[in-house]
């Protein structure tokens, strides 16, 4: 039987680190690389052991050299047969070249950056990645793999009716058997969960104390408004990267223009959204038009007329959850 940790820096699957010690079985910790994590989440993540006597977590990352290398083959044979002009074909195979950020090739390669609606980023970027390169190697030695997950009940109205063991057939091609166990599921408080971790020794990711409500990509495309105030005024180089990273994926779009946070969002971008697609009068780079990251941090400073709304509420977070939280991935 082989036990398997996912680890992201964040306090659930730390402490699910420290109840599978607590447990004294062997186990293998993993943690998925997206390329957009904060530093002291990497620190977080490569120092547990250290700090607890565990095994050391093994970092995994999505590869997508091939599908961009794909994309610029379909690019050369068909772009210009559909009408796309030959500057911005010549602009997107420019710039379509893997640069080993994993987060960032994935949306080079999809030629958009994820949305709530189209939140491809958790699987391409951590269940996939994790499940080739880690889970699927011992199912096919016919291992019995048990995937522990620090999932809370409490956390979430999804959350409330998950079974703390459970048996997957999503692997039924090859020899082994799957189950994901939750260890945290009956936990109901955070302090809870900061104590498990502490009793190994480690303190909370220093990205809490900063006012973060979950660890994972920094930021997460589901951010809050408050979260991406805080990343701007704490650590204005993280927008900086995002404002290139739109630029690049810009580049490779057929439409010439992407952004990090999905515009239709906030209902005063999403009206001149609405009219700009209306009118056929689309700037070719709508981030020289001002829509993009840069905008979207200016309004979440604001907290007067209709800029109010939140990317995504704090409370509609909590009770709904995301993707990622879903899996365990962040928290
Ligand atoms: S933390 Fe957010 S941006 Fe990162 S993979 Fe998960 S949902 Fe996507």
Known sequence: MKHVVSVSGGKDSTATYCRAIERGLPFRAVAADTGNEHPATYEAVNTLHEKTGGPKVEWVKADFADRIAGKRRFIERNWEDHGVPADLVARALDVLHPTGNPFLDLCLWKGRFPSRKAQFCTAELKVMPIDKQVTRPLLATGATVIS?????????????????????????????????????????????????????????????????????CFPCINCSKAELALVDRRFPEQVDRLEEWERLVSEACKRGHATFFAIVNDPIMRDEWVDLDRSGNIPNDLIGA?????????????????????????????????????WGMCG
């Open 148 to 216: 522990w997950q620090g999932v809370r009940a409490a956390e979430s109205i999804v959350r409330r009716d998950l079974p703390p063991f459970q048996r997957l057939v999503s692997h039924n091609d090859l020899p082994g058997r799957l189950y994901v166990f939750r260890p945290l599921l009956r936990v109901t408080s955070v302090d809870e969960v900061f104590a498990i971790a502490r009793r190994h020794g480690v303190e909370p990711n220093p990205l809490y104390g900063w006012g973060l409500k979950r660890v994972g």
């Open 290 to 326: 001002g829509f993009g990251v840069r905008r979207m941090v200016e309004w979440a400073k604001t907290d007067r007329g209709g800029r109010q709304y939140s990317l995504l509420n704090d409370q509609l977070h909590q009770d709904i959850g995301t993707a990622c939280n879903e």
